[in-house]
Each structure stands twice: as structure tokens, then as C-alpha cells.
């Protein structure tokens, strides 16, 4: 794609999210929080919303485009095909229920399969993370540098302490220099890709939980793999490591090992 279109995409698509500072405050005043699956599986109206309205920006701008999301059916979209943008609304929605932070806006935009503009939005912090094929990351348009090599003993690393077993927590935990976990998978890959954490690691993730991270991690060198160390497909996604290099292999040799993860 022509630098120029890409630009011009991207500056609309920075218009548009600049346009939910106005819009987040009042959806959250006026907060309906439903289930969905299981009592922990919450959706607002803040992310039903949120949704909706880019799914109108793209009618008005970019017609030909399609939204693979979180809140809608995508049966009819084939995401390796055309112009498809693979949006979660709000992920770490039980941050924004239970806390009113650590909650972000993921975007991905994917030409033929080929992930070419990625947009984190974390909003409570008013910091809008994006990367650009060929053309690197930045925060708040300020460049991200490649983080500095992170040995699994000097690193923080985060997964769901749920869904690991209790051996391999305590494995991962003796290997590494300590755990935190933010709750938004966006956020906390985030925190890899800045170079504060080591590696995030989510044993679960759908399409619209990893969408922005491949470009991320393909611009700043980091290592973005199944939990077996092979590739990701966007479109399906699954068990995933976002991970400084100089510790992704030494966690996949842990997760691995012993009783391993369940998935
Ligand atoms: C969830 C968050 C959470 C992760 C889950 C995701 P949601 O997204 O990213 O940190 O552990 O796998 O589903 O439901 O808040 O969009
Ligand atoms: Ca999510
Ligand atoms: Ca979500």
C-alpha cells in the first residue's frame, strides 16, 4: 500500500479515537453492565458502543473495509482477504466495571493477512500506542525504541495465574525476577512492548485480544509465538507469548515443562 493512503488511513483512524474522549465519559456514567457466557464475562454498553460507532466510521470512510470484532457475528467475514479490521472495543472490560482503569481500544488493520497499522488506545492514561508497518511504533506519537535484552532472571513476567498449573506458576516464579498482571491482554503486552515486563503470556486469546501486537512485535523486534514456538495465525489466534527475545525461549522451556499449561 502507498505511503500516502496509509497516512491518510491513519490519521482518520487517530481523528476517530480522538473523538472517545468525549464519548467514554458519558457511556460510563450511564453504565449497563451485562453477562455473557459465565458471570465473569462481562460486556457494557461502553464496548457495545464503542463498536458500533467505528463500524459506522468505516461505512462513512472506508466502505470496502470490513470489522472482525468482539461483540458482533463474524461468520461472513473471511479476515485474510481485502481490507479487514479486527477490533476489541474494550479489553480488560472487568477493569472497567470493577475499577474504572487498566482498560484499552485494540485495532488492527490487515491488508491480505498482512497486519500494516495497530492501535492500543489506553484511554484512562490518555496514551494512544500505534505502530506502522516498515515505519516503527510510538506512544502518544513519540517513538518506541526496541527494548533492551531482558534475562528471564532479571524479568516481571504476567499471565492468568488461573488457567497455569499451581507447579508451573511456582516454576515460572522461581525462574523469573517476579509476577504482576494487569487484566487487559492489550495492556499488558503493552508493558512488553515498552520494555517494563519480560513476556504476557495468555493461554486463551481470540482474535481482537492479539489483532495490534503483531505489528508491534515485528517493528520492535520482540517474539510473538504459539506456547509451542510456532506461528500465530491472526485469525484464529489461541495460546500466545508476547516476549522480549532474550527470554521467550527460557519461558517456553518452563511452560513446557513438568505439568505444563492448561489450556
Ligand atoms: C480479556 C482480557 C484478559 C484476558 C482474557 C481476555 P476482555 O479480554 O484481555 O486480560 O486474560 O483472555 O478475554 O474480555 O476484557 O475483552
Ligand atoms: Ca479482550
Ligand atoms: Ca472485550
Redesign the pocket.
Known sequence: MEKAQLNYIDDSVIAWLETLDDIIPSLIKEMVTSTKQNRF???TNV?KSIQQKFEQFLAQHFPEHQLFA?EKSNVDINARQGHVWIM?????????VKQQED?CIILGYFVDGEPVLSYIYDYPHRKLYKAIKGYGAYVNGEPILEPEPIDLQEAIISF?SLVINDETIHDLQDGSFGYR????????SIRVIKGQFGAHI?????P??IAAQFLFSSELGLKMTTLDNTALDFAKAGPFIISNPACHEAVLAILNSGKGYKK
Open positions: 464475562d462481562l460486556v464496548d468482539e476489541d472495543p474494550i479489553d480488560g472490560t472487568t477493569n472497567l482498560y492468568n498482571c494487569i487484566g487487559s491482554c492489550g495492556l499488558d495468555n493461554t486463551n486469546p481470540k481482537w485480544d
